[in-house]
């Protein structure tokens, strides 16, 4: 009997597309925002498993997720101006690796401003100057949008892919 490698499952054809659709949105729904919290960062990953970002997965699911992600950062945001003391929450879109994204609840302020700084020789990002993914997926928010081309190099692995951040101006 042959064994089913990686390369075989992504020209597979992901079945029940609606179905775990329907079960991810619910999923996101249900994510509360933190009330208590000890260090200085707190993040989300996204409650599903790896299908997401599989080849033959519809562009529309891939829509409906990366939408209902932004409005779920939106309704975190709007929880976090009751608070006090310094909290930022960021939303993040990992492209192609839908599945890496996250959403970040920051709760110190030193932490937050350094978080963007990325060159060092592993990991470096990259501004990009022109281009929107919520434009591209025709999604609308009033979040500020910053996308970066993150770039990793370690010394038998390199990895490149698209992080697009979505926060309050």
Known sequence: MR???LYDCSKKKVRGQKRKLNLLLRQIDSLQAPIEHDGIMEHFHVPSSQ???MPKTSGKVKTAFCRKWISKTEE????????EGFCKVVGVISVPCLWDSQIIFFYDEAYYNSFWDRKGPDQTW????NGSLAADRGIKTELTETGYV?????????????LWFYSEA
Not at 76 to 83: D, R, T
């Open 3 to 5: 064994s089913m490698s």
């Open 51 to 53: 299908w997401l970002e």
């Open 76 to 83: 975190f945001i709007c929880q976090n101006k009751e608070n």
């Open 126 to 129: 990259t501004l990009i100057e």
């Open 150 to 162: 993150e770039e990793i190099i370690d010394e038998d692995y390199s990895y490149r892919d698209l």
